[in-house]
């Protein structure tokens, strides 16, 4: 990476995600059972890519929380399935903004920047909660990790989608062992299949973190796939959706 860091400051916004932090961690004490494994796998120091599943509009709560570090999220321009009363969150927190059906390259180079410092970028490469189910990773993650050439560590979300339905669910968060850096070819011609193939490993990185019955599109369960196949299409590319 060889890129201007000065362009995001990391960390940022001190005093109110230190706030926020706190908050959240009282939240799931009050509202779940929050279980959390491997947390050493998130190393204490240097540049780090966060991925997990996302099955509720809680997911992003539950990686800030994970390290002691400030993680960075990118996230959708608009959050399309959140309660309203929610969604000023994101914004106070602060977050780099991606174009959903689109090619979001100011996003990607604030995350490059912040990588560069050291820092921890959190991402969900299905790219929406529309689906209690793994769907198909998009690129996003797989070109940030080969760009800045920072490992990733996958991240597996379950029992979220139990939180405002069921009292005090229990929510696991499962953190699995780094994986990359990743190399593919320059090559023009053969850079998408690379990121591809980096996308499909990250996926099912994620998929190994979570219960059979939620690797949709990653399991080895052809009953599993086929129900994952009816809701996997990307609806933010459809006329009106674009950019959400």
Do not use: C
């Not at 002691?68 to 969150?89: C, D, K, L, S, T």
């Not at 959903?100 to 921890?120: D, F, H, K, N």
């Not at 990773?137 to 560590?153: F, H, I, K, M, T």
Request: glycine content about 12%; charged content about 20%; cysteine-free.
């Amino acid at each position: 990476m060889n890129r201007d860091a000065g362009a995001v400051p990391y960390p940022r916004r001190r005093v109110v995600r230190f706030v926020l932090k706190a908050l959240a961690r009282i939240a799931f004490a009050l509202v779940g059972r929050l279980e959390v494994t491997g947390r050493d796998n998130i190393p204490a120091a240097g540049p780090v890519i966060l991925v997990a599943n996302h099955f509720h509009f809680a997911d992003p709560v539950a990686l800030l929380v994970l390290p002691r570090r400030q993680v960075e999220f990118i996230g959708g321009f608009r959050f399309v399935n959140a309660p309203w009363i929610v969604r000023f969150i994101p914004h106070l927190w602060g977050y780099f903004p991606a174009f959903r059906g689109g090619y979001s390259r100011s996003t990607l180079r604030s995350a490059l920047g912040v990588l560069e410092q050291g820092g921890i970028v959190a991402l969900f490469p299905e790219g929406g909660s529309w689906a209690a189910t793994l769907r198909p990773g998009r690129p996003g993650a797989a070109y940030l990790a080969v760009e800045s050439q920072v490992r990733v560590v996958p991240v597996g979300l379950d029992g979220f989608t139990g939180l405002f339905r069921e009292r005090r669910p229990r929510l696991r968060i499962v953190i699995g062992r780094p994986i990359g850096p990743f190399a593919i070819s320059h090559d023009p011609a053969a850079r998408r299949a690379g990121i591809d193939a980096v996308t499909g490993e990250i996926m099912r990185a994620v998929a190994a973190l979570i219960p059979p019955a939620g690797r949709g599109v990653y399991s080895d369960d052809p009953a599993v796939r086929e129900a994952a196949e009816a809701v996997a299409a990307f609806p933010f590319e459809q006329d009106g959706m674009r950019g959400m």
